[in-house]
């Protein structure tokens, strides 16, 4: 079963940072990404909130763009096939290489919003290394199972995000606590035993999507400002 990542790239260090930079309310949405040749990635775009001149002419003067081609025009959205330099080539290609699917990608001013299914969970951390060693950031905001769907954020089954959204809610992480899992178990209708497995085995696969699966961690310093 495949495993489903959601991350955050800022747009600054990723591709058409100078075009999103000189058009602000620009969007753009993958339609899907082709291989040209073994080593060439081939992105085909769609692009909205600008005018078409204005946009080509960005796209001139984008350094992270080599050629591109109008495919589609239809008035205020249009499609476009790019080519971007070799720094973003070699990490899309990289992607590819760990057997990722880009399920999807948006990009504005600020971020590129990107969605991926990895066939193979270690994957997951060697497309982080690459982005650090290329100097980018790849926040994983989101990481879980495929099968799970929208309910399996960081991997939980529907009882687990269950148990963990009502301890939450009812103050038991809280210090002092305002609910104790004797209470917690009764308004879920199973036994302190079953909560107890529950939160536990739900604890374990937090920590092991988010703490497990990051590169970089905030250093007591960071916590305190």
Do not use: C
């Amino acid at each position: 079963m495949g495993t489903i990542v959601e991350a955050i790239v800022p747009a600054g260090e990723f591709a058409l940072r100078e075009t999103t930079e000189a058009l602000k309310d620009i969007t753009f949405r993958l339609e899907r990404v082709i291989a040209q040749d073994p080593d060439r990635i081939m992105p085909f775009m769609w692009v909205t909130g600008t005018d078409r001149d204005l946009f080509e002419d960005a796209l001139d003067d984008d350094s992270s763009v080599e050629s591109f081609e109008l495919v589609t025009d239809l008035d205020s959205k249009w499609l476009y096939q790019m080519n971007w330099i070799d720094r973003i080539q070699t990490l899309v290609h990289t992607i590819v290489e760990e057997e990722a699917v880009l399920l999807e990608a948006k990009g504005s001013r600020e971020t590129w919003e990107l969605k991926f299914l990895f066939l193979e969970r270690d994957g997951i951390r060697r497309v982080q290394e690459h982005f650090d060693e290329a100097g980018m950031d790849f926040d994983a905001q989101r990481i879980y199972d495929q099968r799970d769907g929208s309910l399996g954020s960081h991997g939980l089954t529907e009882k687990q995000h269950r148990a963990l959204t009502l301890a939450l809610d009812a103050g038991y992480y809280e210090v002092p606590r305002r609910a104790n899992a004797v209470q917690l178990a009764s308004e879920l209708g199973i036994s302190h035993q079953s909560l107890s497995e529950q939160l536990r085995r739900a604890h374990g696969t937090v920590v092991a999507n988010t703490v497990g699966m990051s590169t970089s961690v905030l250093s007591e310093d960071d916590l305190e400002d």
